[in-house]
């Protein structure tokens, strides 16, 4: 038996409902199915699907200090070591907002 640790986001394949009229969700990675209702008590919120956008869009640095690359579309992720210096002019081709997010990388 796997526990989902609290917070984790998830994708979902399908939905049924159990004999006792809860429903549950097939985890898209293979790990089995999880309770979206239990006992007719939702444990489980379906969240937005992340927004994705392809094109290309110019940027200015305006950051005083300059700014350093995230290494992956996320707050927490490591930054790499190339400096980009304020009034450089980056050019973006891809624009990712996480599902549940208000921040787009």
């Keep these: 038996v796997e526990v989902l640790p609290c917070g984790e986001v998830f994708a979902a394949l399908e939905r049924a409902r159990t004999g006792e009229g809860d429903r549950m969700v097939r985890l898209a ?3 089995g199915w999880v309770f979206e209702t239990r006992g007719g008590v939702q444990v489980l ?6 927004r994705e956008e392809h094109g290309v869009w110019l940027y200015e640095v305006v950051c005083p200090s300059g700014m350093l690359f995230a290494t992956a579309p ?3 992720a490591p930054r790499g070591e190339r400096h980009v210096p304020s ?3 980056v050019t973006g081709v891809r624009k ?3 599902a ?3 921040i787009m990388y």
């Design 29 to 31: 990675d293979g790990r």
């Design 45 to 50: 919120r379906e969240m937005p699907a992340p």
């Design 74 to 76: 996320d707050v927490t």
């Design 87 to 89: 009034g450089a002019l």
């Design 96 to 98: 990712l907002t996480p």
């Design 100 to 102: 549940g997010s208000l």
